[in-house]
C-alpha cells in the first residue's frame, strides 16, 4: 500500500506564505514526476506545479513568481512554498505523485487526501 500525507494547510492573510508537504510512504520503488494540484469551490481541478524526479519544474501561470515547488528524494516528499498569497489561491490542494512499486512493475498516480489552504483577511 502507498499513502501521501499532505500537511502544512491552513488560513493566511493575502501576502502572507505558507508551505505545503507531502510524504509519501508504503511500498514504493521509485517516484517519478511529483506535484500539487487544487481546486477551488466550483471549480475543476487544476495543475498548480510539477517536479520530475530530476529536479525538472513547471507552473501553472498564475502562481509563477509566487510558488516554487523542490522535493528530497531520500525522504520522499515535495513541497510547495507558497509567498504573495491572495484570495484566488484558496482551494483545496492535492498531492500527486506517480509511483512504481516494484522493479519492472507498472507506474500510476496516487493521490494525497487534499489540505485546505484559505487566503482572507
Known amino acids: 500500500q502507498v499513502q501521501l500525507v499532505e500537511s502544512g494547510g491552513g488560513l493566511v492573510q493575502p501576502g502572507g506564505s505558507l508551505r505545503l508537504s507531502c510524504a509519501a510512504s508504503?511500498?514504493?520503488?521509485?517516484?517519478?514526476?511529483m506535484g500539487w494540484y487544487r481546486q477551488a469551490p466550483g471549480k475543476q481541478r487544476e495543475l498548480v506545479a510539477a517536479?520530475?524526479?530530476?529536479?525538472?519544474?513547471n507552473y501553472a501561470d498564475s502562481v509563477k513568481g509566487r510558488f516554487t515547488i523542490s522535493r528530497d528524494n531520500a525522504k520522499n516528499t515535495v513541497y510547495l512554498q507558497m509567498n504573495s498569497l491572495k484570495p484566488e489561491d484558496t482551494a483545496v490542494y492535492y498531492c500527486?505523485?506517480?509511483?512504481?512499486?516494484?522493479?519492472?512493475?507498472?507506474?500510476?498516480?496516487?493521490w494525497g487526501q487534499g489540505t485546505q489552504v484559505t487566503v482572507s483577511s
Open positions: 500527486n505523485a506517480n509511483i512504481q512499486r516494484i522493479r519492472y512493475g507498472p507506474k500510476r498516480d496516487y
Open positions: 517536479i520530475t524526479s530530476g529536479g525538472s519544474t
Open positions: 508504503g511500498s514504493i520503488f521509485s517516484i517519478n514526476a
